[in-house]
C-alpha cells in the first residue's frame, strides 16, 4: 500500500495531433455479458508502481515513486524547486519528466492558482508554443492539464503534457515529454504521475513563479545526461561516468556535478560532487564527466541520482579561451608497456591571444555509446601565444569498457588583448 490523500488525480496524457489517451473502463451489461455471470473479486491487485522506488526531495517538498532506473537530477532555480528525470532508452537517455514547485507564500485560492497558471504558460505569440488546455470537467480537483508541442534548440519537437496545480501555498508543474511514448510508457507515465505528492509543511523560500518558456525547464532541463555508466575499477573506486549536455540557448558556467547512491529503501548511502573541467558550456555542447567513490559502492547501493547545478555564463566569458583558437594534429590512442590507454597528439593555438592554463578534456567511450573513462590534463607549457605548438598526452589507468573510440576537447585562459 502506498501513501494517497483525498485528491483524486485523474493524469490524461496527450500526444501530437492532441489525441486524448483515457483510461480503460470495464464495460458493464455489454459485450454479452449475463445476468447471472460469476463475479471475479481480485483481493489484492498489483497497484501500477508495485516495482517503483519511492524518491523524495531533500527539501521534503514533495515525493513520487518512479522506475528504479530513472535518474533523478536537480536544475539550479533560484525561486523554487526543479528536479528532471531521466531514463536510458535504447544508447539514449530521455527526460520523461520535469517537476516544478514553488512556494508561493500565499494559499492556492482559485484566484491565486489562475495567477499562477497564467504566469507559468507562456506567451501565445511565441512560436511553436501552441497548447490546448483540457477540459475542466475532468478536472474536479481544480487542476490544469495543458497540451502542446514544444520546440528546443538542440532537440527539435517534442510533445508535452503539463499538469499544474495548487497545494497550499505551493504552486506545482509536472511537464511529461510523450513523444513517441508506446501504450506500455503511457502506463508507466501515468502510474508515476498519480504518485505525485506535495507536502504542504515543508520549509522552501517564497519565490515567484517563473515562465516555463524561460530557457529553466524543457525536455531535458537546463542539463541533460547522455553516454552514463556506473562501474568499478580494480581498485574498487566505484566510478559514474556520462556527459552533461546543455540544452539551452545560452552558455553556462560553474557547472557542478553530484552523484548520490541510495539503497532499496531511499537512503542516501554516500555522495560526490566535482566541477566539470569545460569552462564555459555552449549551448548544444557537451562536457565528459567521471565522479570517483573511492570508498567503493556500498553493498546495499542498487540506484544513483545525478544532480547538476549551474549559472548563466558571465564571469568566466570574459577571459574563457574555447575550443575554436586551437587545433590538434597528430592524434593517437594506443596502449603504453604496462597496458594502459593513452591518447597523445600536438595542438596548437591559432587563436589571437596568449593562451595560459591550456588543457585537454578526453573522454573514451564503447561501443555502445557509454563513456567509459574520463580525463583532463594540462599541458607542460605555462603559456602558448598565437601560432605556438605543443605536446600533450592523457593516460587512463582504468576504463569501465572497451575503448572503441575517444573524443578530445581543448581549452583555455585568454592572457591579454588580440595579438596585431
Known sequence: MHPSDSRTRRFIICGAGAVLIALALAACGTGGAQIDDPVIIVASPVPPDADFVRYEHPSGVFSLRMPPDWIAGELPDSHGVRVQFTALEGSQAVTRLSVYVVNTGQPMTPEAFAQAVNAYQPPADLAAYNWREVDRTDQRDGSRRITGVRIYPALGPRSINIFLQGDGAFFCALEVDVTDVDPPMIDMLRAVVNTFRVNQDAELAVGTVQQAAAGV???SGVIGYHGYLAWTDRDGTFHIT??????????LEAIRLSGVLFDGQSRRLDEQSDIISVDVLGPGESAPFD???EGGRPASAVRYELHTAGREAEYALSSYYGPPNFVVANDEALYNE???LVVRGDLANVGPQVATAVKVVVAIWDDQGHVVAAETVFVSEPALVPQEAT???VTFY??????????LTVLGTAADAPVE
Open 391 to 393: 605536446t600533450f598526452e
Open 217 to 219: 525547464t524543457s525536455y
Open 291 to 293: 565522479l570517483r567513490f
Open 242 to 251: 556520462g556527459e552533461v549536455v546543455n540544452t539551452t540557448p545560452q552558455p
Open 338 to 340: 604496462r597496458g594502459n
Open 398 to 407: 582504468e576504463l569501465g569498457g572497451p575503448a572503441v573510440t575517444y573524443t
